[in-house]
């Protein structure tokens, strides 16, 4: 084949490299504990190895120059291990896995675990910060800097109950990211669930008057949401193909596509997005949809890096 032959972008995204480990990062909370839960289903599923690591604090300067650190660092005073190792403790249903710890910074040393990993899975709001948040600094950061798809998961009595699994990927079909496609229907296949597919469009489409008003016109919309249809249909097709055990469900809506997506977590074991492709001097750019359904959808979103293989 000669080099410039054209790449299927559905063949372009491989299934999971079972060689990387799933990293999930740890520190004791609440969240982390259903982080945890998440990781070992998820490291079952793809036949992986489980890496569980806690970021531990280390010491902090003071002004004058002395360190006081934060926690005991003695090796067999760390808690958070100690909780880990406690709740996994005589299970028979876990993957090969490593509890780990890591002195450092969660906010910078977090997000290069994900380095080597084919996931990585972190709570969504830690020890720290207010507990309105609901996603706190080191689930953004991760979600904008980490080399591999974050999974972000909050607690699962959160969703509502569906009648089927079902995976929802965010899909716009004007800037579509393979990557973030070919992880959707992994996650799918994987999950044995339906993907439900959310396209949302301008909408209600506008359109300007001899009066000079701007009236809703279902003729328009009507075309728009046609275009953005068969947009979609040609994008998902080789994904199809590839994956014919996966069933698709396609919703090509007006409105807000933040909005659509929140709404449709409360149903889904997993939300996909992808991270916006361009780079800013102090590190990569997290589009507006992707920083608002981290924030505000229910049960797990995963963030999906456009460089991902």
Not at 28 to 42: P, Q
Not at 85 to 101: F, K, N, Q, S, W
Not at 198 to 206: H, S
Request: aromatic share 4%; net charge negative; proline share 9%.
């Amino acid at each position: 084949m000669s080099d410039d032959a054209p790449v299927d972008p559905a063949q372009a995204t491989p299934a999971p490299d079972r060689d990387a480990p799933v990293v999930v990062a740890v520190d004791g909370s609440a969240g982390s504990d259903h982080a945890l839960e998440w990781a070992l289903t998820a490291a079952r599923l793809r036949n992986a190895r489980l890496r569980i690591v806690h970021v531990r604090q280390y010491a902090m300067p003071l002004a004058d120059g002395p360190y006081m650190p934060t926690i005991d660092h003695r090796p067999d005073a760390d808690p958070v291990v100690e909780r880990v190792r406690g709740a996994l403790e005589r299970r028979a249903d876990l993957p090969p896995l490593t509890v780990e710890i890591v002195e450092g910074a969660p906010g910078r040393d977090i997000a290069p675990l994900g380095d080597e990993a084919q996931l990585l899975v972190l709570g969504s709001r830690g020890r720290g910060g207010f507990a309105s948040l609901l996603l706190g600094s080191n689930g953004l950061a991760c979600a904008r800097e980490a080399a591999c798809p974050v999974v972000v998961v909050r607690p699962d009595e959160e969703l509502t109950a569906g009648a089927e699994p079902c995976v929802v990927l965010g899909l716009d079909p004007l800037s579509p990211h393979d990557d973030t496609i070919g992880f959707a229907f992994v996650e799918a296949a994987l999950r044995g669930a339906v993907l439900r597919v959310v396209c949302a469009y301008p909408g209600p489409v506008l359109v300007y008057t001899a009066t000079g008003d701007f009236v809703t016109s279902a003729e328009a919309d009507a075309a728009t949401a046609a275009q953005y249809t068969e947009l979609a249909g040609e994008q998902l097709a080789p994904f199809q193909e590839r994956n014919p055990q996966v069933s698709v469900e396609k919703e090509i809506l007006p409105g807000d596509a933040a909005g659509l997506l929140v709404d449709a977590s409360r149903e889904a074991e997993l939300v996909v997005v992808g991270r916006h492709q361009s780079r800013m001097p102090l590190g990569r750019l997290m589009g507006s949809v992707t920083n608002a359904v981290l924030l505000h959808a229910k049960g797990a979103v995963a963030v999906v890096p456009p460089e991902h293989r």
